[in-house]
């Protein structure tokens, strides 16, 4: 971990080490197996196999490890919790449209561009059960904005629209969901255009792996229409008929854990975080910690943008507080108290600036997806 050997990434490439080797010494660079290759090199290398190279994110998992902040929970603590919902695909193909029609607002017809640029958290009730709900943007430039998504959810829908059908990013978003280890439901949008073709889809996406159900397989495709609100009863049953087999559960009592879904400074109010709580409660009054920022909580609003009181298991929030305003991707964890708090921060600002100076050693790379 932390590096990574031309060996090593020429297997997760998929290619012979020796193929790698002869190339670069080619353009007069002498490796071997064993040497250390940079983020630069592997995203050239990679290039030349149209595979794309992420750096892996080890901080946050040992955050909260770190400092102790985790903790276990006793069975009869755990209550049934909320599943969240993250959906994906290629830009244009109807997330935003089928989140719309969900909760019969008119989130995309207020963006610029119709572009999603951000990640939107949001709770919905369907036969008395809650549904969290994170929508990200398709548009090439926001891997890393999916790459968030994919790690919170449960589940991942899928939208695919029937008349373009696989893309770019529909690969990625598959590469995102496999990598978080989640079950994949496929939303096939649009067949209310002329030109729709629901078939092609599955054909395409069995090349990636994904068998529809009526063909043996084990992965839901459900044929809807966002714009004219068609078939939306089929995704939300088939969310609640996956998610029930989950048997996603979440402890309310203890201190709050979360994830910085989205971060902003407000001239008015301060930092802003929009976190999605995933254990625990969160409530005004307590002290948090999220990356290098900290802060006591002075106000909770919920997606409707009303003031609460607490946001709990799977819960989207806007969190007021903060010192500063801390990174997208940042776990936050309430603390007990506000030394503690600052303690940790410094801790983490050291070992940031220690990891800066690193950077040329430290870096370790996962190959995310093979692109045709
Ligand atoms: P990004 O967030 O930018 O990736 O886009 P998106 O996937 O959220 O797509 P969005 O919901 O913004 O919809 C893109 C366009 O497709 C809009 O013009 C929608 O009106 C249209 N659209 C979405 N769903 C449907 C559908 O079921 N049928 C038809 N005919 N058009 C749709
Ligand atoms: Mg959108």
């Known amino acids: 971990r932390g590096e990574i050997t031309l060996g090593n990434f020429a297997e997760k490439l998929g290619v012979n080490a020796s193929e790698l080797i002869k190339k670069l010494f080619l353009k007069g660079q002498m490796l071997t197996i064993n040497s250390v290759i940079d983020m630069t090199l592997a995203e050239e ?68 561009g119709g572009i999603t640029q951000k990640i939107g958290a949001y709770q919905i009730v369907k036969d008395g059960k809650k549904i969290s709900f994170v929508d990200t943007p398709g548009h090439e430039a926001f891997t890393e904005m999916r790459a968030r998504g994919a ?23 598959i590469a995102h969901a496999k990598s978080a280890d989640v079950p994949i439901i496929i939303a096939v949008n649009k ?24 063909w043996g397989g084990d992965v839901e495709f459900i044929e809807i229409s966002a714009k004219f609100g068609q078939n939306l009863e089929g ?12 048997e996603l559960k979440g402890n309310p009592k203890k201190r709050a854990k979360g994830v910085v879904m989205e971060s902003r400074l407000d001239p008015k109010v301060g930092p802003i975080a929009d976190v999605l709580v995933q254990e625990g409660t969160l409530k005004i009054g307590d002290i948090i910690v999220a990356g290098e920022s900290y802060g006591k909580v002075r106000a909770l609003l919920n997606d409707k943008g009303e003031k609460t009181e607490a946001a709990s298991l799977s819960q989207p929030a806007e969190v007021i ?3 500063t305003v801390p990174e997208a991707g940042d776990v936050m964890y309430v603390v007990q108290n506000e030394q503690h708090a600052r303690r940790i921060v410094e801790e983490v600002e050291k070992d940031r600036k220690l990891n800066d100076q690193n950077k040329k050693k430290h870096i370790s790379l996962e190959v995310l997806s093979q692109h045709m």
């Open 191 to 214: 067949i209310d255009k002329e030109g729709a073709d629901p078939s092609r889809v599955k054909n395409e996406l069995m090349e990636h792996g994904l068998v529809p159900v009526e």
């Open 45 to 112: 290398l990679a290039d030349d196999y149209d595979a794309m190279v992420e750096q892996e994110e080890v901080e946050e998992m040992a955050f909260g490890e770190k400092f102790n902040l985790e903790s276990e929970d006793k069975e009869s603590d755990l209550i049934e919790r909320a599943p969240i919902i993250t959906i994906m695909g290629h830009v244009d193909h109807g997330k935003t449209s089928l989140l719309d029609a969900i909760r019969e607002a008119n989130v995309a017809d207020g963006e610029a």
């Open 235 to 246: 995704i939300l049953d088939t969310i609640l008929i996956t998610a029930e087999m989950l």
């Open 151 to 173: 790690q919170v959810t449960d589940i991942a829908i899928l939208v695919v629209a029937a008349d373009d059908g696989v893309m770019p990013q529909t690969v990625e978003a």
């Open 321 to 323: 507080g903060f010192n």
